[in-house]
């Protein structure tokens, strides 16, 4: 018997996400986040820059659906180039 491979859980993958750019001061890939539509970005970003780090981690995990390391370095570089 086979059986059908399951969906990828992002959450627990261990897979790059895909990017559109490389920090050019660290040279860490930035998640491009497509799920993420415009509004939401803009709420994340609004957070950043009340230095909220912290909850705009947890709004792009929640928004988006990616892994919390995505999340944080997309955070990291307030989604620059993304």
């Known amino acids: ?15 790059v996400p895909d ?6 001061h660290c040279g860490a890939p930035i998640p491009a986040l497509p799920d993420l539509d415009a509004s939401e970005e803009e709420h994340v ?3 950043i820059a009340e230095g909220k780090r912290f909850e705009a981690i947890q709004e792009l995990v929640a928004f988006a659906g990616c892994p919390r390391s995505w999340a944080e370095v997309w955070v990291a570089h ?5």
Do not use: F, I, Q
């Open 19 to 24: 990017r559109e750019a490389l920090c050019e």
């Open 45 to 47: 970003r609004w957070l």
């Open 1 to 15: 018997m086979v059986r059908a491979p399951r969906p990828l859980d992002m959450k627990k993958s261990k897979a």
């Open 78 to 82: 307030a989604g620059e180039g993304a």
